[in-house]
């Protein structure tokens, strides 16, 4: 595909806009990119990962350039197993091993709700996994489901997915 402005050269930045409701696509060569700043981006030297992430775990509630408090996301720890220290998580982003979840919990949590709105995983499970996982996942969206046929006063649906509910927990404590 050749650049939608210079007509020349092979487009490779593909830009898709939504503005007003109205979606525009342009594929472009990176020269013609850079000359519409449409690169600008990219270039900017306040945007980079470990920027976003810094924002991220060290919020400037004050505003940008206002003295941040002491928090105990500055607390200065490592990973009893792989010794990482949490400052070397928040420049790189990575933890060093699973049991780093555990050691930095504490400052993790907050960053999770901050992130994701929650600390547990309430997504879709995958099936290869499947499982105990599955099974719990399925009970928690019967329980769900359980509670509106009872408030709208639906009972023999109730009493069904009640059975399906014990059934299932049977063939989790059967797997435990």
Known sequence: ???DECKKRPANVHLTKIINGHKTEMHLCEE????????D???????SFHNLLAGLIHPEPAGIGMPVPSSPYR???KCETCGLDYTDFTQSGFLGCSNCYADFRQQLEPLLRRIHGSTRHVGKV??????????RK???SLRAELQ???ASEEYEKAAEIRDRIRAL????????
């Open 1 to 3: 595909m050749l650049c």
């Open 32 to 39: 013609c990119a850079r000359a519409k700043g449409e690169l």
């Open 41 to 47: 981006f990219f270039n900017a030297p306040e945007f």
């Open 75 to 77: 607390a200065p720890r």
């Open 126 to 135: 995958p099936g290869r996994t499947g499982g105990v996982l599955k099974i």
């Open 138 to 140: 399925d009970i928690e």
């Open 148 to 150: 509106k046929h009872i």
């Open 169 to 176: 927990e049977g063939k989790l404590n059967e797997s435990a």
